[in-house]
């Protein structure tokens, strides 16, 4: 009988014991691997976008200064060309027009190149390229016509 109420005791002890430690704060355990990697790869990403955000803001301020450079020579060329038969007067007014076209189309391009996705900057930075280069083709050609 004393081994009983030793074991009854020893039980009741046992329940209380187990009671007291319930307002002890449990260790937090460190995020799952899962977890761990989608927060890495989220700072992965924005510091990528962040990255290409600069980037694609020092090719834009490339662009705009490449098309004010050849709206710059364009307006000189008009200002000095002084053609000296009525054929050059015609073939230069013809390349004014083609400048004038070429010009708005580079605008055009860089306009879309400001607005562009991420996405879409590889194709919109290839036809500026074109349109940039178009123009410049298009000036030599009034440049010869003006002389």
């Not at 076209?101 to 860089?110: E, F, M, R, T």
Request: glycine letters at 8%; aromatic letters at 4%.
């Amino acid at each position: 009988m004393i081994s009983r109420m030793c074991l009854i005791g020893a039980f009741g002890f046992a329940i209380v014991m187990a009671g007291c430690g319930g307002d002890e704060e449990k260790p937090q355990t460190p995020a799952s691997g899962a977890d761990t990697v989608k927060k890495e790869a989220g700072e992965a990403l924005n510091a990528a976008k962040g990255f290409l955000g600069e980037k694609k803001g020092d090719l834009v301020e490339g662009m705009e200064s490449k098309v004010a450079e050849m709206e710059k020579k364009v307006q000189e060329l008009r200002e000095q060309a002084k053609p000296k038969t009525d054929k050059a007067k015609a073939e230069l007014e013809k390349a004014k027009a083609e400048l004038d076209k070429k010009l708005a189309a580079a605008k055009s391009k860089l306009a879309e190149a400001k607005a562009a996705g991420s996405g879409a900057w590889k194709s919109v930075k290839s036809a500026f390229d074109t349109a940039i280069t178009d123009l410049e083709a298009a000036y030599k050609k009034a440049t010869s016509a003006a002389e």
